[in-house]
């Protein structure tokens, strides 16, 4: 089987889990427990440009609260 990350043409989402992490998934396979789409179907670039916009924040939802969101 081959890798669909390495194909151009292969269409992705982006899931996020409940610690407001993000990740790119292939559309066809199926999404895990614990994560839910929120942007996509769409080309890799485009997934990856919802990502750099949109999860500014690396730190795990539950420690940014513990730290009080200060960074």
Known sequence: ???PFD?????????TNDENQHSIWPDF??????W???YGPS???GC???VEKN???MRP???AQAMGDQG
């Not at 396979?29 to 614990?34: F, L, R, S």
């Open 61 to 63: 939802r539950s420690l």
């Open 7 to 15: 194909s151009s043409d292969a269409l992705f989402l982006v899931l």
């Open 48 to 50: 990856l440009e919802f």
């Open 43 to 45: 080309a890799k670039g």
């Open 55 to 57: 999860w500014t924040d």
């Open 29 to 34: 396979v199926e999404i895990p427990n614990g």
């Open 1 to 3: 089987m081959t890798n």
């Open 36 to 38: 839910k789409k929120v």
